[in-house]
């Protein structure tokens, strides 16, 4: 199990890979099913619950931010929602299948 620690600072530190991550690398673990437990440095207390509540609330933000941009794409092209994302959605699988051809996406996916 990976063991995350948080600093005062409320940065993160993955003591496997001796590297500060971000919330965004929480959250390639939660989709990986990795495990992993997530504690304050100066206490040792239990915090993984809070850490991925603080996730979730990232992607949720995220999300309506793309929600927003999608209604002004409708709104100035005339086109409906449901048009708008099957074009997006179409666009993302194509950048992904590249991205899973590409010789760097091991590399990419690491740094991340």
């Known amino acids: 199990m990976r063991l995350i620690k ?6 993160l530190y993955d003591t496997d890979t001796k590297s500060a991550v971000t919330l965004s690398d929480v959250a390639r673990l939660i989709r990986d099913k990795k495990e992993f437990k997530v504690i304050e440095s100066d206490t040792g207390e239990d915090i993984t619950g809070a850490t991925v ?4 609330l990232n992607v949720e933000k995220r999300a309506r931010e793309v929600g927003r941009m999608v209604t002004s794409i409708g709104k100035a092209t005339g086109k409906k929602t449901e048009e708008i994302i099957s074009v997006l959605m179409e666009h993302i699988r194509s950048i992904l299948k ?3 051809k590409s010789p760097d996406s091991e590399t990419v996916n690491s740094k991340q």
């Open 6 to 11: 948080r600093y005062k600072n409320r940065r």
């Open 53 to 56: 509540i603080q996730v979730l």
């Open 98 to 100: 590249v991205m899973d």
